[in-house]
């Protein structure tokens, strides 16, 4: 059936109104006006007075979008008349001009530890780097920029041009072509070392559960033999190990408790021993600046070349007694992850909404929920040995627990004032690390923030 007039002008118009939703370009702005326009000389010619309200309708509607093509006009015309396309050109070219220089400097870099290499001269540099720091914090502040800014930046620098060099120097063998046993080659942290002394030239053995039927062949004229299995057995096959090896073969372990380790392997190897351990585990993706605790035990001369090696891959080495190691560990290791064990024990008990706690988390929150989690995406057996190794770490965390439950009174009496008395006579113990702790947990925590 064919439409009438009225209904002819009605879809007319409905189709116009949806077009200047759907569009923006002028050119189609400047069509729409001709349009309506002629929509309106045809209502015009109409009587009916339904007609003519929609032809007032329309008209309105012209004159409402002539201002919104004049306002929108203007807008891009101030738009363009701001400079900002030559403005982000210099941007963009300065930016390019800092990654040009960044690769200019790593070339330099590599030349640097190719001397180092020559001249067997380590790595890091600690009171280069902090002086070199120092210069250009001041340089910031002369030229009007933050120190902190630019200490950020070049302290990111720096540790790239470490690491760079560690891909150097790293490959160096202190004793290349020496020949290196690790027993537990097959585990994590065996692999790991495995790993580096292939890469540095070694003749790398691996002695595991399945191998002991060849122990003799695999022990022949041995310069280092590395225990990397739990500690629970580490005495047991130091002693099982030791009358297999040459007089001369370093013996060595790298577990989280020293004593026992220690004394099993003076009992039952005449000759140079050392107990090393490292503070990182095998996901580490770089050894700069890791701390491995080195315990001496007999013929240090011998074990040299040994801690060299670990020097030139980047480590920092602790010398501490056994006694004295075990002693930090408890606290350091079995209390922390404890403590951290206890905490997300508890999260669990609760079963706390740990992602909607995340969203209303502020940072250290969430760099603490990080250290639980990350506790508990590891293997549990792992913890169970460096929580349970010893006695006396059990009576530690049994006074860890009781020192808790000291602290039941302040919360069943609301005791605000006793709290800020104990608050404060701890926080004069600590004394000036906790203004050191306060610096280096904002900076881990802007870290984070930037991150996530």
Known sequence: ???SQTDLLQRTLNQQIELVVETSTAETKHQLKYQVKTILKWASSIPSPQNQTMAR?????????????????????????VPLEPLRVQIDTIDSQIVNLLAERRKIVDQVAQVKRQHD?????????ENLISSRRRQAATVGLDPDYIEDIFRTI???????????????????????LIVGGRGSMGRFLCRYFFQSGYQVRILDREDWDDVRALSADLDLCLLAVPIDVTPVVAARIAPQ?????????????????????LQHHPGPVVGLHPLFGPATTTMDRQIVVVCPGRDSSACHWLLNQLAVWGNVLVETSPEEHDDVMGVVQALRHFATFAFGQFLHSRRIPIHRTLELS????????????????????????????????????KDFIQSLQQNLGLIEHGDKSEFIARFREIAEWFGPFGEQALRESTFLVEKLVRRF
Do not use: W
């Open 1 to 3: 059936m064919p439409l």
């Open 158 to 180: 720096l540790r790239n041009s470490r690491v760079g060099q560690l891909d150097t120097l790293g490959r160096v063998g202190v004793k290349a072509g020496a020949k290196v």
């Open 245 to 265: 090896l040459p007089s001369d073969c370093v013996l060595a372990d790298i577990t989280s408790l020293k004593a026992g380790p220690m004394r099993a392997m």
């Open 57 to 81: 309708a329309s008209k309105k509607m012209s004159n409402q979008e002539i201002n919104s093509s004049k306002q929108s006009a203007t807008l891009n015309a101030n738009a363009a008349s």
């Open 362 to 397: 502020s940072p250290i929150y969430r760099l603490e929920l990080v250290m639980v989690g990350r506790l508990f995406a590891q293997d549990p057996s792992l913890y169970a040995e460096i929580v349970f190794a010893t006695p006396e770490r059990m009576a530690l965390l």
């Open 121 to 129: 001269l380590p790595t890091s540099h600690p009171a280069r780097e």
